[in-house]
């Protein structure tokens, strides 16, 4: 885990991930998320064709997306859901990283999530398990 004051180091205390702003090429800011000290995605800042939903894991007592922030305002809605029917959901509150991107963790147990913005859904995965 990074240390520092950011909210997004916050929200991942007691969780097997960690994220990290740094630098990609020409200087642009990239968030390195990890699990369990893995690397497993770069998402680089940029005003092209942003993915609203870049990813999603599932641990054994919580779950954790992430994604770039859309280029119109408006508040993103993310729901971590159980089960097929997608009637039993938790609302997450919603941390933006860098100016560029977001993090959302739920405590709990959950297969998958879905974000909306402006009322649209704009993505939808099924998580993978932490191994």
């Keep these: 885990m990074a240390t520092s004051a950011d909210p997004s180091d916050r929200c991942l205390t ?3 991930w960690s994220v990290r702003l740094g ?16 690397l497993i995605d770069v998402v ?8 609203i939903l870049r990813g999603a894991r599932r641990g054994h007592r919580s779950a954790f997306a ?8 408006g508040a993103l809605t993310v729901l971590f859901g159980r089960g097929r029917r ?25 297969n998958n999530v879905t974000v909306s913005h402006r009322g649209a859904r704009r993505g939808r995965l099924r998580m993978r398990k932490v191994r």
């Design 66 to 73: 992430w994604g770039r922030l859309p280029l119109e305002a």
């Design 44 to 51: 680089v800042a940029t005003r092209v064709a942003p993915e």
């Design 86 to 110: 997608h009637r039993d959901v938790h609302a997450a509150g919603v941390i933006a990283v860098g100016g560029f991107c977001w993090l959302a963790v739920a405590h709990g147990t959950f």
């Design 23 to 38: 630098r990609a090429s020409e200087g642009r800011t990239a968030l390195e998320v990890y699990d369990a000290e893995s």
């Design 14 to 16: 007691g969780t097997p």
